[in-house]
């Protein structure tokens, strides 16, 4: 089975800075992918970014970019030019790319609140 | 208007009541999830449809069942509501495609007293 780890419960940024979410996971697949989910005050859950294992490039969407570090199961998301919008709770996830009744499911950490100051 | 959509966004009910969550998708996705979040927890599956006719148990099923009325409804109930399911539930829908992107819905603020 697969797991995800979010050590930082609480993180907070001056607005403008750059801030940086750690996540970590456990798995025996080689082929899977990962993700970064934004959960606002709304509670709406929302797709930052998406990492393919198989690719080495990191991933990046506008001030998001992450650092995957496959030998270490690292997995972390730099926010850059922090803005008050930003402030929200952080899940990292992992899906299986591997077929069965795995493939497609989500497996999520524990989440990292956000908060960005003026 | 929403691609997936929750009722009720918030209820609170009583130890022993049976409660119905539901949930609707225009998305025209087969695989549907549902899942409840708990703080220090993150969020966690209780159960899995990957169509009509198949529904999975997933990580904390225990006290839940499922109902796949249509390609577009999964519902969730409670057959006797407990204090420790107060919690924020969500449902999730994906087309099972190549990137496993899941979309979800507004979520449903669940309190049993």
């Known amino acids: 089975a697969q797991t995800v780890t979010q050590s930082q419960p609480e993180m907070s940024v001056q607005e403008a800075e750059t801030v940086t979410l750690s996540c970590t996971y456990d798995t025996s697949e080689n082929n899977y992918y990962l993700f970064w989910y934004k959960q606002p005050p709304s509670r709406q859950m929302i797709l930052v970014i998406r990492?393919?294992?198989?690719?080495?490039q990191n991933a990046t969407e506008n001030r998001f970019s992450v650092n995957f570090q496959k030998a270490a199961k690292s997995f972390s998301l730099k926010i850059s030019d922090s803005q008050l919008g930003d402030t929200a709770m952080y899940f990292c996830a992992f899906s299986t790319n591997a077929g069965g009744t795995s493939y497609g499911k989500l497996t999520f950490g524990q989440g990292t609140i956000l908060t960005v100051h003026p | 208007d929403a691609d997936v959509t929750q009722t009720p966004r918030n209820r609170i009910t009583k130890t022993g009541k049976r409660i119905m969550l539901e949930c609707s998708q225009t998305k025209g996705h087969d695989r549907m999830y549902w899942y409840r979040q708990d703080p220090g927890l993150g969020l966690r599956l209780i159960y899995y449809s990957f169509d009509v006719k198949d529904i999975n148990k997933g990580e904390i099923s225990d006290g839940y069942s499922v109902s796949r009325q249509a390609q577009a409804k999964f519902s969730l109930s409670l057959e006797s509501a407990i204090p420790n399911q107060t919690a924020l539930y969500f449902c999730a829908t994906s087309d099972g495609g190549q990137f496993h992107e899941q979309f979800f819905g507004p979520g449903t603020r669940l309190t049993v007293l």
């Open positions: 990492q393919e294992a198989y690719k080495q």
